[in-house]
């Protein structure tokens, strides 16, 4: 009896200027066939998928009275900010009572925001300067370390906003604290892409030679596809496939292409400009238009095993952005600091509440991926939070906190748990092991978190 045809898991179509990872597919995993019998007879089953893992930072602390959720364990209640996820409450669990005490001033006096980015991944207090950066290394980075060598990318880092990497941001602080949460060693954080279609060229484009770049500026100028340069290459495969695989396929490109369609339809994002200058702003930016394309680049680096590990820094902490498109025409950190007034305090739930549901957003994007008899975000690890809690007193304790996934079968989500003053780290700890990383402990932990199995 022959042995059934197996793709290699790094099968790539390429094309002049692409490279074009292809999803995890039945073909690629020896067994699966015979595991998708035995799911439909009962039985589930992660096995022979990747983990992923990825951390949504949102800036500026939240309206806590309407985040926090009623009731513990499996029977609880959604707040009002989080309503939004109701649709995937089985999918999340809500963590309260973890805190970042590294965030805390310790004698360093003012500086919060720039605290609250830098100490977020890494549980390590930052040094004061705005030259001599010191932080720690980020739990991303420990995790890329160790898988990053069996993917194309080790690991992807993302924002919407262009930050500023020199100079004092925040009360003596570099900026470079302010601006990244990804931290390749203690001295070196990880610019995040922040323009949707360089991240996406990432994934997909080569452009190692001139050729290459000739190719890529010709597509954006006659608006084609990548799909086009590697069509010929992909009938081939779909030729070889199973009926699941070819579906699967058809789904993959056609994701593809819609996202090259929106980040087209998007345009750039406004570029910074001075206190009291008038910027030009692109009238067809939209800023949800560009949480989502970020979302949509991350789901598809995790579908086709670009890579496993990611981070987005939706904003950074202490980010003055307006939200008129919600009728918050304030500026998200002025409103942060609310001062127990009832109207600034709506309009921060409003800006709490749009965010959690981008979130939903990504949620449902890897939900929607098959892969066996479980789904990406069931074979994923997804943190979404802040490192500051209330922004008005400027608290890292209890900080506002999302686990998201099922960890390949080794998380239970649907719960709402809670801990007391424990750190952060010990949820990092936890979630590097695993991804079959061998780590005593990180950053500030205290030991690995409990009851999220």
């Avoid at 959690?356 to 990406?376: C, H, I, M, P, S």
């Avoid at 922004?391 to 649907?414: F, K, M, Q, V, Y």
Wanted: aromatic content about 8%; some cysteine.
């Amino acid at each position: 009896m022959s042995k059934p045809w197996l793709l290699p898991r790094r099968t790539f179509l390429r094309g002049l200027g692409t490279m074009m990872a292809l999803p995890v597919l039945e073909a690629m995993i020896p067994g699966a066939r015979a595991r998708a019998a035995t799911a439909a007879a009962g039985t589930t089953t992660a096995a022979g998928f990747p983990k992923r893992m990825a951390w949504v930072y949102v800036p500026n602390g939240k309206n806590m009275k309407t985040w926090g959720p009623t009731g513990t364990g499996a029977d609880y209640k959604l707040s009002p900010t989080l309503e939004p996820l109701a649709a995937y409450k089985q999918d999340f669990s809500v963590l309260t009572g973890l805190t970042h005490k590294n965030a805390f001033g310790m004698g360093d006096g003012g500086g919060d925001h720039a605290r609250a980015c830098a100490t977020y991944l890494t549980g390590r207090h930052p040094k004061k300067s705005a030259s001599d950066i010191h932080a720690g290394i980020s739990v991303d980075q420990v995790a890329a370390n160790a898988v990053g060598g069996q993917t194309r990318l080790p690991s992807l880092e993302l924002s919407c906003d262009r930050g500023q990497e020199a100079g004092s941001c925040d009360s003596g602080y570099s900026c470079a604290y302010q601006f990244n949460i990804s931290w390749r060693s203690e001295t070196q954080p990880m610019n995040p892409e922040i323009e949707p279609k360089t991240a996406f060229e990432r994934l997909f484009g080569v452009n190692a030679t001139p050729e290459e770049k000739v190719a890529q500026a010709r597509r954006d100028h006659y608006n084609t596809s990548i799909l086009d340069t590697v069509q010929d290459q992909a009938k081939r495969l779909q030729g070889s496939l199973g009926t699941v695989d070819r579906g699967k396929l058809d789904e993959y490109f056609t994701s593809i292409r819609d996202l090259e369609r929106r980040i087209q339809q998007n345009g750039l994002q406004p570029a910074v400009v001075p206190a009291g200058a008038t910027p030009d702003f692109n009238a067809e930016y939209s800023f949800q238009n560009h949480l989502r394309l970020m979302f949509d680049v991350m789901t598809l680096a995790f579908q086709t095993d670009t890579t496993r590990i990611a981070t987005f820094l939706v904003s950074h902490d202490g980010g003055n952005r307006p939200y008129p498109f919600i009728n918050v025409a304030q500026g998200h950190h002025h409103i942060s600091h609310h001062r127990n007034n009832a109207d600034s305090l709506a309009r921060l739930a409003l800006i709490d509440k749009f965010h959690v549901t981008q979130f939903g957003y990504f949620l449902e994007k890897l939900k929607a991926v098959r892969e066996g008899d479980g789904t990406l975000l069931d074979n994923s690890m997804i943190v979404y939070g802040a490192g500051i809690s209330d922004g008005n007193e400027h608290s890292h304790d209890n900080l506002p906190t999302i686990l998201a996934g099922r960890g390949g079968g080794t998380l239970t989500p649907g719960r709402h748990l809670e801990y007391k003053e424990t750190p952060m780290t010990n949820l990092y700890l936890s979630m590097l092991h695993r991804q079959g990383v061998k780590a005593t402990s990180f950053g500030d932990s205290t030991g690995v978190l409990t009851n999220i199995a």
